[in-house]
């Protein structure tokens, strides 16, 4: 079992920035993807942007050049950097692993963008 635990939200006025973590737990693959996913009210969830524990980076256009995720591998932790945040960025953000026979979200962190 892997358990995740995201951190790093809140509350920031447009044009602002915050940094999300997400710490990884317990049998640990040396081969993982982990991934942040984004869900606003009324809305499914999207994909943000992942990572692999090789560094192979995926971003979704409505973060390109915005958003910079970066991996620990020494203390298997993702972050998620979130630069010139727009009010079209609020949702609740959640970390997702990857690995051989398991895949699981953690419980998330609010990001709420509003003056």
């Known amino acids: 079992q892997v358990q995740l635990v995201e951190s790093g939200g809140g509350l920031v006025q447009p044009g602002g920035s915050l940094r999300l973590s997400c710490q990884a737990s317990g049998s640990i693959s040396d081969n993982y993807q982990m991934a942040w996913g984004r869900e606003a009210p009324g809305k499914q969830r999207e994909l943000v942007a992942s990572?692999?524990?090789?560094?192979?980076?995926y971003y979704a256009d409505f973060v390109k050049g915005r958003f910079t995720i970066t991996l620990d591998n020494a203390r298997n932790t993702m972050y998620l950097q979130m630069n010139n945040l727009e009010p079209e960025d609020t949702a609740g953000y959640y970390c997702h692993l990857q690995q051989p026979g398991f895949r699981s979200w953690g419980q998330g962190t609010q990001v709420t963008v509003s003056s």
């Open positions: 990572i692999t524990s090789g560094g192979i980076r």
